[in-house]
């Protein structure tokens, strides 16, 4: 079992665009294991190969009572329908989660592990998970979905304050206290790094 630390903001790697995976050899094979055990022992929904610092496009998805760990292999977005407001995190923002608009339904392009080419419809949180891994995929994090008012919710004890409005000076200084902390798969994010991205989360995304 490989464990790869999961990269967080802001390393630049997050932003960049992975390049499409052109033969599944054996380095592939390897990467694959390792998002796997990886993404097993963050106990996440869904890892993308540049969240380990691997700019390749591949996503491994973990979703109870839905799908096994699925590996997409180039995965495309062909079409997207309705549009929901849900509640998301990110292994690569540790103890945040935000509200966010995502698709009703998208249909999905990708190659598998065994090289055959797949398309399916996914609904749900399975629609939610392929869009979220395959922003990361273009460099696109879901902090460039919060429009202005929108919240940023930290994950500490609901006795704790733990909303931050992007519009205001709010102190974030007690991030981490209080929940556990995998220094092994993280890096803690620098409170003053995540204040100035979500200040300007609204052009972020142009500006990349």
Same mark, same amino acid.
């Given at each position: 079992? =490989?464990v790869?630390?999961?990269l =967080?903001?802001?390393n630049? @790697? @997050?932003r960049?665009?992975?390049?499409?995976?052109?033969? +599944?050899?054996?380095?592939?094979?390897g990467l694959?294991?390792d998002?796997r055990d =990886? @993404?097993?022992? !963050?106990s $996440?929904?869904?890892l !993308?190969a540049?969240?380990?610092?691997?700019?390749?496009? &591949?996503?491994?998805l973990n979703?109870p009572?839905?799908?096994?760990?699925?590996?997409?292999i180039?995965?495309? +977005?062909?079409?997207k329908s $309705?549009?929901r407001?849900?509640?998301?995190?990110c292994?690569?923002?540790? $103890?945040y989660?935000? +509200?966010?608009?995502?698709s009703?339904?998208?249909?999905?392009?990708?190659i598998?592990?065994?090289?055959?080419k &797949?398309k399916?419809t !996914?609904?749900?949180?399975?629609?939610q998970a392929?869009?979220?891994e395959i922003d990361? @995929?273009?460099g696109?994090?879901?902090?460039?979905?919060?429009?202005?008012?929108?919240?940023?919710?930290?994950?500490v004890?609901?006795?704790?304050?733990?909303?931050h409005d992007?519009?205001?000076?709010?102190d974030?200084t007690?991030e981490?206290? $209080?929940?556990?902390?995998?220094?092994?798969?993280? =890096?803690?994010i620098k409170?003053?790094?995540?204040?100035?991205?979500l200040?300007?989360a609204? +052009?972020?995304?142009e !500006?990349?």
């Amino acid at each position: 079992m =490989t464990v790869r630390p999961i990269l =967080t903001f802001p390393n630049n @790697l @997050l932003r960049k665009r992975a390049i499409p995976v052109k033969n +599944i050899d054996d380095e592939v094979k390897g990467l694959i294991k390792d998002m796997r055990d =990886t @993404l097993l022992e !963050a106990s $996440g929904i869904g890892l !993308a190969a540049n969240q380990i610092g691997v700019l390749k496009r &591949i996503v491994v998805l973990n979703i109870p009572d839905q799908v096994e760990m699925s590996v997409f292999i180039n995965p495309e +977005i062909l079409h997207k329908s $309705g549009r929901r407001e849900v509640s998301e995190g990110c292994l690569s923002f540790p $103890g945040y989660s935000g +509200i966010v608009n995502r698709s009703v339904s998208v249909t999905v392009r990708h190659i598998d592990e065994a090289g055959g080419k &797949i398309k399916i419809t !996914a609904e749900q949180l399975l629609s939610q998970a392929l869009e979220h891994e395959i922003d990361h @995929l273009n460099g696109i994090l879901f902090i460039d979905h919060l429009k202005e008012h929108e919240m940023l919710s930290l994950s500490v004890p609901d006795y704790r304050p733990h909303s931050h409005d992007l519009n205001v000076s709010v102190d974030v200084t007690e991030e981490g206290k $209080g929940s556990e902390f995998n220094e092994k798969l993280y =890096t803690k994010i620098k409170v003053e790094d995540l204040k100035e991205a979500l200040s300007r989360a609204h +052009i972020l995304k142009e !500006a990349e």
